[in-house]
């Protein structure tokens, strides 16, 4: 199983350098990220749509540091219904590359549509014991979800690729339950699935869900999968996990852009959750266990970090995230 990095951590760097400091600690995959939420510093989208050379080019640069490129990401909300917002076109256009380069993953979200026709904030309905959410809940998935997916679905089969969808809240599909309706509404009848999970634990942990369930449960289904840890603070047990307490960064402090006029906010002081690197949350032991149960039950055969723990500086986070990740996989293969 090749084990690396997904690379929006390393945006700062040029490509070669974000290589060479995967090479360096050892790993021998990348994640490129090729729009959505954030912007594409390492893969220039446009010129390699319109170029073969310019591809072979590309490609060649991962090979001349030992690494393969074994994923594009896309992650955005794909049916946001805010018209400025164009991370489903970005999905479409992702696909397409992956599909020209010979990459057979791609990497998102689900999504999430407005509670109702018209609307332009996005709604996350769950435990809809009232009709009003129900209703919220058959719109998005009938009238928005279920069209666009199907669109996906043949696009990705045309491309000869895996579209790997990351169970995030906030989002349609945030668990193994949401996974499988998406898929079964999406198939074409007599054709061959092209959507998927991509297996990111931490956050499926603050969810209370155990990864290596949630592994077995879907299988095949799982495509791709990363390595994120999360951490379940002490205040959880009086707030709980769920948390509205952010805050607006002032513009002043330029806050990262989500696509058109949205910005990431500021996590409270003190959260009932954070994202932490491999091995803060949970130890060397689970993820020799979550590797194993990969290889067992799923077909994956990457597995790529992403680092978002902000105790950590941006190389040192990936080290020890790697150094742990490794030490696991020794373990699985012992």
């Excluded at 690396?4 to 995967?22: E, F, R, S, V």
């Excluded at 002490?234 to 696509?259: M, Q, Y």
Aim: charged share 20%; net charge negative.
């Amino acid at each position: 199983m090749k084990l690396g990095a997904y690379t929006a951590c390393l945006h700062d760097k040029t490509l070669d350098g974000a290589l060479a400091i995967l090479r360096d600690l050892g790993l021998n995959s990348a994640e490129i990220n090729a729009g959505g939420f954030i912007g594409t510093p390492h893969i220039p989208v446009d010129e390699l749509l319109s170029s073969a050379e310019a591809r072979e080019s590309y490609l060649a640069t991962f090979a001349e540091y030992g690494i393969e490129l074994t994923a594009l990401n896309c992650n955005g909300n794909p049916l946001h219904p805010d018209p400025e917002i164009h991370h489903g076109d970005d999905l479409k256009r992702t696909i397409k590359l992956a599909g020209l380069l010979g990459i057979k993953t791609v990497i998102t979200m689900s999504g999430l549509p407005a509670a109702e026709a018209g609307g332009t904030r996005p709604s996350w309905t769950v435990i809809p014991w009232d009709s009003v959410y129900k209703e919220t809940l058959d719109y998005q998935w009938d009238e928005v979800a279920v069209p666009f997916w199907k669109e996906i679905q043949t696009l990705a089969a045309e491309s000869d690729v895996n579209v790997a969808i990351e169970m995030h809240p906030h989002n349609l599909v945030f668990n193994p339950a949401t996974m499988k309706r998406l898929v079964a509404l999406t198939t074409p009848e007599g054709g061959v699935n092209r959507v998927g999970a991509e297996m990111d634990p931490s956050h499926l942990f603050w969810q209370h869900i155990d990864p290596i369930a949630a592994i077995e449960d879907l299988g095949d289904l799982i495509f791709f999968a990363a390595a994120k840890d999360t951490l379940i603070h002490e205040t959880a047990a009086v707030n709980g996990v769920l948390d509205d307490r952010f805050e607006w960064i002032p513009a002043e402090e330029n806050p990262v852009g989500l696509g058109g006029r949205y910005t990431v906010t500021r996590w409270p002081a003190v959260p009932g959750w954070s994202f932490v690197a491999v091995g803060r949350g949970h130890d060397v032991a689970f993820w020799t266990s979550f590797l194993s149960a990969l290889e067992q039950h799923t077909p994956v055969r990457a597995v790529n970090i992403e680092h978002e723990d902000a105790s950590f500086g941006q190389i040192e986070g990936l080290e020890f995230a790697a150094r742990n990740l490794l030490e696991a996989a020794q373990t699985v293969t012992a």
